[in-house]
Nanobody
Framework: QVQLVESGGDSVQTGGSLKLSCAAS???????MRWYRQKPGKEREFVAS???????IYGESVEGRFTVSASYVRNVVRLQMDRLQLDDTATYTC????????????WGPGTRVTVFS
């Protein structure tokens, strides 16, 4: 059974940094890895993605501050978050889509990031 588990969530002061990790257990051939976040009372928001070729895409609000990296050998994706802002407070969730025609998505339970002034 495939499970994704995030780690690294914490409370940090504005301007600080955090690094999130997400690891998949169980066999999984991954096509793409992504990070999303959900702020209280808001819709889930795309944060970043990285494909097997290392191509990355970032959400507009995190571009230039966050860096996504991954190992498709170990099925691990990380999110380096720098210059954190109050508005980055959210639950961060990783997603991995399986290879193949169905591209079944897998999701982690999320890790909480709180930025305070």
């Amino acid at each position: 059974q495939v499970q994704l588990v995030e780690s690294g969530g914490d409370s940090v002061q504005t301007g600080g940094s955090l690094k999130l990790s997400c690891a998949a257990s169980g066999f999984l051939s991954v096509r793409i890895m992504r990070w999303y976040r959900q702020k209280p009372g808001k819709e889930r928001e795309f944060v970043a993605s990285i494909d097997r070729s290392g191509n990355t895409i970032y959400g507009e609000s995190v571009e230039g501050r966050f860096t996504v990296s991954a190992s498709y050998v170990r099925n691990v994706v990380r999110l380096q978050m720098d210059r954190l802002q109050l508005d980055d407070t959210a639950t961060y969730t990783c997603n991995m889509d399986e290879t193949g025609l169905t591209g079944r998505p897998f999701w982690g339970p999320g890790t909480r990031v709180t930025v305070f002034s």
